[in-house]
């Protein structure tokens, strides 16, 4: 006999078999479709806190930045500053760097290339030996920036942001320049305020500190080429250096907030990026992969230790429904077959007013009609037996 015949061949097997299957396939299907579902939500989730932070975050360094910027406009507003004299510029220059956190120093220069002043924040006094020169004229590379900046700031009059690299320090700044004009003569140039700002300081790092990141997440800015200037949170076993997204040939678009994962020191990474504009930065926010998931893990442990008990739930329920089913109609069968070899005192036990409960009273009739036709049958032969 093959083991299909044998598994399903039998009335109770076939019941327990169709219990099993409409029972553990609707449970497999919806766990499956909740855990592709939760999954799916729980990936978007993530990604859109990040983009909602990213978009609060960035702004929030775009005005602070921008807000500098504007005083050092309003510097450049102040009749200290426009009248050119070295004592009343370093005054109020001074008195500019004492109340903005971020500006490391700031010069001053006339539309000559002359530096008329500069001041410092801290002892690092940097190129303060150049006072009085032109450094149109100074070949060193270091005022490369400078000398086309300030040419072009003579011909437009706008202001401009560039990234400058102090070969002393090897350290990056953003250094904002913005025109100052006569105070006799508001539409007359007269040279320009030039002022570093240090992006990889305390200060910056204090300010992103009010928005505070999720367990796990990080937060990175970093210039387009890639040189990280801000990480909170940790990103690596080792403070990060460079990260980047795009290649030098693309560029990060200022309105909308790019989303993926990405590989970092060989682990994959959940993170949300976008551009700030203005300043040739980008803000990332980003969480290590496996702790996205983990809470995925454990939500598909306790979904595995669910669907066990409807394993078993499904059996027990499937056993006890196959044998209430099956037992009546095995009964019966049994009946039918004793009878069918002569046995017809045998009747079956009626417990149950069902369909099965009147089958079995049918029997018990039809085999009460059939004993009582087989006793006036032998007692019909032996009347005429006895008569023979």
Same mark, same amino acid.
């Given at each position: ?47 859109? %806190?990040?983009?909602?932070?990213? /978009? ?12 500098? $910027?504007? *005083? ?12 050119? +004299? ?25 539309? /000559? ?8 924040? #801290? ?13 149109? %004229? ?8 400078? @000398? $086309? ?41 007269? *040279? ?7 992006? @990889?300081?305390? $200060? ?20 387009? +080429? ?10 690596? #076993? ?10 030098? +040939? ?17 682990? +994959? ?8 504009? *203005? ?62 070899? *002569? ?37 019909? @032969? ?7």
């Amino acid at each position: 006999m093959k083991f299909s015949t044998l598994l399903f061949g039998r009335l109770r097997n076939r019941t327990l078999a169709f219990f099993l299957f409409t029972g553990l396939t609707p449970t497999l299907l919806i766990s499956a479709y909740l855990l592709v579902k939760v999954r799916t939500d729980l990936l978007e989730n993530v990604m859109q %806190t990040q983009r909602h932070s990213i /978009e609060t975050i960035r702004n929030a360094v775009s005005h602070h930045l921008m807000s500098y $910027e504007r *005083g050092l406009l309003t510097l450049g507003e102040e009749m200290d500053v426009q009248s050119l +004299e070295p004592e009343r510029m370093a005054r109020a220059m001074s008195q500019f760097l004492f109340l903005s956190d971020l500006f490391y120093n700031v010069f001053f220069f006339d539309l /000559e290339g002359m530096l008329l002043w500069a001041e410092y924040k #801290d002892r690092y006094q940097g190129n303060r030996y150049l006072l009085g020169k032109n450094v149109l %004229t100074q070949e060193q590379e270091d005022f490369d920036d400078i @000398k $086309e900046n300030l040419l072009q700031l003579k011909k437009t009059g706008q202001n401009l942001r560039l990234w400058w690299t102090d070969p002393q320090q090897q350290r990056t700044y953003l250094q904002i320049m913005t025109p100052v004009y006569s105070f006799e003569d508001p539409a007359t140039l007269i *040279g320009m305020l030039s002022a570093r700002i240090r992006l @990889k300081s305390f $200060e910056l790092e204090e300010m992103l500190s009010f928005y505070p990141l999720a367990a796990g997440e990080y937060l990175v800015i970093a210039d387009l +080429e890639g040189s990280v200037f801000v990480e909170l949170g940790k990103v690596a #076993d080792r403070p990060l250096r460079r990260l980047r997204f795009v290649s030098e +040939e693309e560029r990060l678009d200022e309105r909308t907030v790019g989303s993926g994962r990405f590989t970092i020191e060989g682990n +994959e990474h959940l993170i949300s990026f976008s551009a700030i504009a *203005g300043f040739d930065l980008f803000i990332a926010i980003g969480q290590p992969y496996d702790q996205v998931v983990a809470f995925l893990r454990h939500l598909l442990n306790s979904l595995a230790v669910q669907i066990l008990l409807a394993v078993i739930l499904v059996v027990l329920l499937g056993v006890y429904f196959s044998d209430h089913l099956s037992a009546p109609i095995l009964a019966l069968v049994e009946g039918i077959n004793r009878v069918g070899a *002569g046995d017809t005192s045998h009747r079956i036990t009626i417990a149950r007013d069902d369909e099965l409960g009147q089958a079995s009273a049918a029997f018990n009739t039809m085999a009460s009609n059939l004993q009582r036709q087989r006793f006036l049958e032998s007692i019909w @032969k032996r009347t005429w037996r006895e008569r023979d």
